[in-house]
């Protein structure tokens, strides 16, 4: 197990969860629910910095990880997401006045945010994707967007960059450091890029006990003052940081510039106070999982059909916690049509779509995230279904 912290290299680390047997991945599609039940071989063990608050994963091991065109993490179905994204996409147009620009995005998925940001020939902006589990058409809007299947390194130095975008890449990475240095090594005028990194928030975790928040994929997690420890380490200055998506993440804006420190004031770091909120957490985390585990047994032997809304990575987490053996879990629903008719990594429950579960007896639904709730509400009232749904918080 890695004690020393990747971000500042302290070895006063504090170990407070550990989990055996849990996916590698959480966002493949896997047809085969034998072998979804197989996909079991992870291990999570948190710990956080004393020194700078950064939560990671000692046991994590990268070479498990493969990202290919396997993975499905598409979120632009849901009409609640999209109009989130709409709101960066005019931020970053309108208020940072991005015209005429080369942008370049790290892990662009399938390149929805990125065509977004390049689709309107009137900004004159072209776009350059990198992810290796990219599977649409190489070049779009007459050669103004290009995707390479691949991940992005010194080796795509020719492209020039006035803006970088990396939205949920870093918190894949177990070496966060390595990613911001070879960034770096792969602009050929760093000083003259901007950065805009989108992150999860672990205080958001934490506070919230969101226990199915932590899973193998995310091997790294940041606070405000470890996301500026790190990002000051690797020659950035932090231009801004903001709490976003209801708290849930951190959006960082920063340039490797040459102004002597960060623009935004770094508070010293409480290592008590943030130990409190991960103590806090820690008494209740099993507590509220056998807490769902019994709520549903209960509805189950009374023949309700429970269902989780949601097959992400927070679902996912959710299932294998709550119910491994696949005994309890109606199934998962999911808007995400090429995620329906899979199956759940670890634990086998069949991933359909809202109508299905309710054919096949579903009564109830669990939603995974509290942000989708109104947009939940709004989808069964115009198919007219009567389906209970359940908060998790």
Same mark, same amino acid.
């Given at each position: 197990?890695?004690?020393?912290?990747?971000?500042?290299?302290?070895? %006063?680390?504090?170990?407070?969860?550990?989990? @055996?047997?849990?996916?590698?991945?959480?966002?493949?599609?896997?047809?085969?629910?034998?072998?979804?039940?197989?996909? @079991?071989?992870?291990?999570?063990?948190?710990?956080?910095?004393?020194?700078?608050?950064?939560?990671?994963?000692?046991?994590?091991?990268?070479?498990?990880?493969?990202?290919?065109?396997?993975?499905?993490?598409?979120?632009?179905?849901?009409?609640?997401?999209?109009?989130?994204?709409?709101?960066?996409?005019?931020?970053?147009?309108?208020?940072?006045?991005?015209?005429?620009?080369?942008?370049?995005?790290?892990?662009?998925?399938?390149?929805?945010?990125? @065509?977004?940001?390049?689709?309107?020939?009137?900004?004159?902006?072209?776009?350059?994707?990198?992810?290796?589990?990219?599977?649409?058409?190489?070049?779009?809007?007459?050669?103004?967007?290009?995707?390479?299947?691949?991940?992005?390194?010194?080796?795509?130095?020719?492209?020039?960059?006035?803006?970088?975008?990396?939205?949920?890449?870093?918190?894949?990475?177990?070496?966060?450091?390595?990613?911001?240095?070879?960034?770096?090594?792969?602009?050929?005028?760093?000083?003259?890029?901007?950065?805009?990194?989108?992150?999860?928030?672990?205080?958001?975790?934490?506070?919230?006990?969101?226990?199915?928040?932590?899973?193998?994929?995310?091997?790294?997690?940041?606070?405000?003052?470890?996301?500026?420890?790190?990002?000051?380490?690797?020659?950035?200055?932090?231009?801004?940081?903001? %709490?976003?998506?209801?708290?849930?993440?951190?959006?960082?804006?920063?340039?490797?510039?040459?102004?002597?420190?960060?623009?935004?004031?770094?508070?010293?770091?409480?290592?008590?106070?943030?130990?409190?909120?991960?103590?806090?957490?820690?008494?209740?985390?099993?507590?509220?999982?056998?807490?769902?585990? =019994?709520?549903?047994?209960?509805?189950?032997?009374?023949?309700?059909?429970?269902?989780?809304?949601?097959?992400?990575?927070?679902?996912?987490?959710?299932? =294998?916690?709550?119910?491994?053996?696949?005994?309890?879990?109606?199934?998962?629903?999911?808007?995400?049509?090429?995620?329906?008719?899979?199956?759940?990594?670890?634990?086998? %429950?069949?991933?359909?779509?809202?109508?299905?579960?309710?054919?096949?007896?579903?009564?109830?639904?669990?939603?995974?995230?509290?942000?989708?709730?109104?947009?939940?509400?709004?989808?069964?009232?115009?198919?007219?279904?009567?389906? @209970?749904?359940?908060?998790?918080?």
């Amino acid at each position: 197990m890695n004690l020393n912290c990747p971000v500042c290299d302290s070895k %006063h680390s504090y170990l407070f969860l550990e989990r @055996k047997n849990t996916p590698i991945f959480q966002n493949i599609i896997i047809p085969d629910q034998s072998v979804a039940t197989q996909l @079991k071989d992870g291990k999570i063990s948190l710990l956080a910095c004393q020194e700078c608050g950064f939560v990671f994963n000692g046991d994590f091991n990268e070479n498990k990880i493969i990202y290919n065109q396997a993975y499905e993490n598409c979120q632009f179905h849901s009409n609640y997401f999209n109009n989130y994204v709409s709101g960066l996409i005019e931020y970053l147009l309108e208020e940072y006045k991005i015209r005429n620009s080369r942008i370049i995005e790290i892990g662009c998925g399938q390149g929805e945010f990125l @065509k977004k940001l390049v689709e309107n020939p009137k900004y004159g902006n072209y776009g350059f994707g990198f992810d290796p589990s990219y599977r649409g058409e190489d070049i779009l809007f007459d050669g103004r967007l290009s995707f390479q299947k691949d991940y992005y390194s010194e080796k795509y130095i020719d492209i020039d960059a006035d803006i970088i975008v990396c939205r949920h890449v870093i918190e894949h990475i177990s070496d966060p450091l390595m990613l911001l240095g070879n960034i770096r090594k792969a602009l050929r005028n760093p000083k003259e890029t901007i950065l805009f990194f989108e992150t999860p928030c672990i205080n958001w975790i934490l506070e919230n006990h969101v226990f199915w928040d932590f899973f193998y994929e995310h091997c790294s997690y940041f606070n405000m003052n470890s996301i500026l420890t790190a990002f000051s380490s690797s020659g950035l200055t932090i231009r801004q940081i903001n %709490h976003i998506f209801e708290g849930q993440y951190l959006w960082a804006e920063a340039a490797f510039d040459s102004g002597t420190g960060n623009r935004i004031t770094q508070e010293p770091f409480c290592w008590r106070e943030f130990k409190q909120v991960i103590d806090n957490f820690v008494k209740v985390e099993n507590l509220m999982v056998n807490n769902w585990r =019994n709520k549903i047994s209960a509805l189950h032997q009374r023949n309700y059909k429970v269902a989780i809304w949601g097959a992400g990575a927070k679902g996912v987490t959710f299932a =294998n916690l709550i119910d491994p053996n696949c005994n309890l879990i109606n199934c998962a629903i999911d808007i995400n049509p090429n995620k329906q008719g899979n199956y759940i990594p670890g634990t086998g %429950h069949l991933i359909t779509n809202v109508e299905s579960a309710v054919r096949k007896g579903g009564t109830h639904a669990i939603i995974m995230n509290p942000n989708y709730m109104s947009e939940i509400q709004e989808i069964l009232a115009l198919k007219n279904i009567d389906l @209970k749904l359940i908060k998790l918080m």
